[in-house]
């Protein structure tokens, strides 16, 4: 299953429209019915993030592929919680750089990208709104290309692919001269073919390092990353290891994957994916889930 699994964070300064772009890779996976009427931002579900229309706290979701399960993280683009975005880099394994086509790389496209980089995630650059007038789609793709030899890319992270679109119009293309502009298939497809699947040890005891919090009314705190090795149901005892080297051991009250506008129940969690955890009652970030002591 590892295999078909992609993880990836939305990462860009404020408003250059990762939102949007999550928007319409869910209704891209089927999430929304082609009749219907995505609610703008949904991912921005707290009441401030509606008011300010820029996003706080990152959140998952996923969306389906054929096969493939793409789990998506949108980050915070604003410099105030970058805390944020540090936390998540450690649960993907690719990162989605959205850049806008009129104003280019800023201050906090800098500094999600250097966190990115020093992570050693693959970057797929999108160059959004290019549909605004002056924009310089090419303009930018040539200061992208010096940010990234300026903050030390790899070889690898430099050759990484750029797509060209409009998030608001629902549409990317890998070539500039492409009419067709209907769809972010491009995008999708892109996405499978150049960010790896998880780095995973399946066979090893459980263990996952918690990456962020999540709140339940039914069952509390919920710590939420990505599965290092093993696989949990609900019900299996674990220790958390506490950053002060203490230990505690409770039993999983619940599994949770976080998919298409929500949360859902699951059956297992297995190596590879982001889930969701509850049972210990003061997890916090930074801690470890692990399967033995």
Do not use: C
Request: aromatic residues 6%.
């Amino acid at each position: 299953m590892t295999v078909h699994i992609r993880n990836i964070a939305i990462i860009a300064h404020v408003d250059h429209g990762k939102t949007t772009l999550v928007d319409e890779l869910l209704k891209a996976g089927g999430v929304v019915e082609a009749h219907q009427q995505l609610e703008d931002r949904a991912m921005d579900s707290m009441d401030l993030e509606r008011e300010k229309g820029i996003t706080i706290k990152s959140k998952n979701t996923a969306v389906k592929w054929g096969d493939y399960i793409i789990n998506i993280v949108d980050t915070p683009g604003h410099a105030d919680f970058g805390g944020e975005v540090e936390r998540v880099m450690r649960m993907v394994d690719g990162v989605l750089l959205v850049v806008d086509a009129f104003e280019g790389p800023q201050a906090q496209t800098r500094f999600v990208l250097r966190k990115a980089l020093e992570e050693g995630l693959m970057p797929i650059v999108v160059i959004n709104k290019i549909d605004r007038d002056a924009a310089d789609p090419l303009g930018v793709q040539d200061r992208v290309l010096e940010l990234l030899l300026e903050l030390g890319a790899s070889e690898v992270q430099f050759e990484a692919p750029v797509l060209y679109g409009s998030a608001r119009d629902g549409y990317f293309v890998k070539d500039l001269e492409d009419a067709k502009r209907d769809s972010v298939q491009p995008l999708i497809e892109t996405i499978l073919e150049r960010v790896p699947a998880p780095t995973v040890d399946v066979e090893a005891p459980f263990r996952m390092l918690v990456s962020n919090i999540d709140w339940d009314d039914y069952v509390g705190r919920i710590a939420l990353g990505k599965i290092e090795s093993g696989e949990v149901r609900k019900g299996d005892t674990l220790w958390l290891l506490r950053k002060d080297s203490t230990t505690v051991k409770s039993s999983i009250t619940k599994v949770i994957e976080y998919a298409e506008l929500g949360k859902q129940d699951a059956a297992l969690g297995e190596a590879g994916n982001i889930v969701g955890l509850a049972g210990f009652e003061d997890v916090d970030i930074g801690e470890t889930l692990a399967a033995t002591e």
